[in-house]
């Protein structure tokens, strides 16, 4: 079973999206493996909390540090602006979180935490439509 969520973002932040997944699993109540895989180079996907929104909030605080606009004074190393001061930030920010996820399924229903959700971590300023390809493979 594959299924292509769309996303869409209107600049940094978490974009949860674990009800979407849920309500589609439902439609094949059986165990199995869920894949998820972003196709962009620019965003990530993360599991996360999904109770309180100050961790996102720190989340996305924290990689600005590691990884602030390329027109910051601490990062004129950076030789990729084409698309953009916060462009190779982003790649920075996408080459350490994830950009797939596996995800256990019993029953149709995904084995998160009681506090976990599916997140879309956009990067990028502008608003993008960014897709998240899905395969559930039951065994």
């Known amino acids: ?11 940094p932040a978490c974009y949860e999206f674990t009800a979407e997944v849920r309500t589609w699993l439902e ?24 109770a309180d929104p100050d961790v996102q909030r720190d989340l996305l605080a924290w990689l600005d540090r590691l990884a602030p606009p390329s027109d910051h004074p601490s990062m004129g190393w950076i030789t990729h602006r084409h698309e953009g001061p ?23 229903r995904m084995q998160l935490g009681q506090w976990q959700g599916l997140y879309l971590v956009e990067h990028r300023s502008a608003p993008h439509s960014r897709q998240v390809a899905a395969v559930f493979q039951s065994c």
């Open 27 to 50: 439609t094949a109540p059986s165990d199995g493996v869920l894949t998820l895989l972003v196709r962009h180079t620019s965003c990530s996907l993360l599991i996360q909390e999904n």
């Open 86 to 108: 916060d462009d190779m930030p982003a790649h920075l920010k996408a080459a350490i979180l994830p950009v797939s996820l596996q995800i256990p399924v019993e029953h149709g």
């Open 1 to 11: 079973m594959k299924r292509t969520f769309l996303i869409r973002t209107s600049g």
